[in-house]
Structures are given as structure tokens and as C-alpha cells.
């Protein structure tokens, strides 16, 4: 079954406290990306790598750090320095850049 | 001007009518087109794709794009209450360098409620 999976997908955590989102997929896709939602502000672009050892900012890249180890996976950590982290993060990945994105239900962050 | 701007909404039909979505653009240099369709609590699920000029249909759904106007639509025909959701344009621009990596840029979706 192909698809992209993320966990948790409800996330609670104390400000100051750094934490490691998951992002997996099994469709073979070079290219994986990571987007912040926000109630009334739609989608923005935190990070994204079109091939295994790179990646490069999005709009809002402050505050976060990825990486890209293998194909399959793009972890997103949200460090301390994230002065609202609190949000609806998505992972969505791509064959090729141009072509479709597919998203993972995502996961739900609360910081407090 | 926004990059991608959509009809406010919320858009109410009825069960069976015509749905229709626009959006518009403001990059002369954007290449590909899309619409999400995403349920309350949900991620967004892709629903049409479109490369270029003209009218796409898949099942219910016929996506039109205008790269003169800067303008794509989505119509949904035959409205069932379960396509009540947010419908979210994105669309790919190319960077400074003129290529693309891909990035997609959204719109502030709109709301669209089928009531029977």
C-alpha cells in the first residue's frame, strides 16, 4: 500500500522543548516537502529536498531544521526558536519537481 | 496583490447544482495548476491537475485553465453534500533563476457547503 505516512498526529509539548516530526513514503518520490498550516493563512512552504543529502529553505524556514538521509524519509524538527509553533504540519512528497504533490495526514502540534 | 487568490466564499449550492470555484494568479511564469479539495481536520487530497489552456474533466470535476486572463476554475457537477469541504488552488512558479523546484504556492481556499 503506497503512501505517505507522518506520526503522531496529535503532538503536545512545553515551549523551550525541541521535537522531531516523521515524515515516511514508499512511492519512490525524489522530491519531499514540509508545509505549516494555519488557521485563515493556508499553506506556506517550510523546507523541502529534491534528492537525499539536500534540501533547501522555504518561506519559513526559522525556527525549524530537516533532514534528508534517505529517500524515504524527511524528518522536521521544531526547535525552541519557533516563536509560534503551534500548527497543523504537513509532509507532502512529489516524483519530480512540477508534478503532482501528495500530502500525509499530518500531524497537529501544540505547544504551551 | 496575492500570488493566488481565491473567491472568499463560503459557497453554498444546492444538492445536485453546479459548483463553481475560481482563482487567479499574479506569475505570468506559472507552469502547473491544482486543486485540493480538504475536509475539516483532514489533509488536502489532490483532484485535478492542469498543465495547460482549455477545459479538463474527470468524472464530476472539469478544471479550466486561461494563462492569457491568469485564471483557473474548478466546476463540480452534480454537488453531493460530501463534496462539502475547502478548496484549495496551488499553483507552481518558477524561482528567481527561472526554474522550477517545485514549490507550491496556495490560495486561502474556499469554503463550498452542498446542503440537500
Known amino acids: 500500500d503506497g503512501g505517505i505516512t507522518q506520526s503522531p498526529k496529535y503532538l503536545f509539548r512545553k515551549e523551550g522543548q525541541n521535537v522531531t516530526l516523521s515524515c515516511e513514503q514508499n512511492?519512490?518520490?525524489?522530491?519531499m516537502y514540509w508545509y505549516r498550516q494555519d488557521p485563515g493563512q493556508g499553506l506556506r512552504l517550510i523546507y523541502y529536498s529534491q534528492i537525499v543529502n539536500d534540501f533547501q529553505k522555504g518561506d519559513i524556514a526559522e525556527g525549524y531544521s530537516v533532514s534528508r538521509e534517505k529517500k524515504e524519509s524527511f524528518p522536521l524538527t521544531v526547535t525552541s526558536a519557533q516563536k509560534n509553533p503551534t500548527a497543523f504540519y504537513l509532509c507532502a512528497s512529489s516524483s519530480g519537481t512540477g508534478s503532482e504533490q501528495y500530502f500525509g495526514p499530518g500531524t497537529r502540534l501544540t505547544v504551551t | 496583490q496575492k500570488e493566488v487568490e481565491q473567491n472568499s466564499g463560503p459557497l453554498s449550492v444546492p444538492e445536485g447544482a453546479i459548483a463553481s470555484l475560481n482563482c487567479t494568479y499574479s506569475d505570468r511564469g506559472s507552469q502547473s495548476f491544482f486543486w485540493y479539495r480538504q475536509y475539516s481536520g483532514k489533509s488536502p487530497e489532490l483532484i485535478m491537475s492542469i498543465y495547460s489552456n482549455g477545459d479538463k474533466e474527470d468524472g464530476r470535476f472539469t478544471a479550466q485553465l486561461n494563462k492569457a486572463s491568469q485564471y483557473v476554475s474548478l466546476l463540480i457537477r452534480d454537488s453531493q453534500p460530501s463534496d462539502s469541504a475547502t478548496y484549495l488552488c496551488a499553483v507552481i512558479r518558477p524561482d528567481a533563476g527561472g526554474t522550477s523546484y517545485g514549490k507550491l504556492t496556495f490560495g486561502q481556499g474556499t469554503i463550498l457547503t452542498v446542503h440537500p
Open positions: 512511492l519512490n518520490h525524489d522530491a
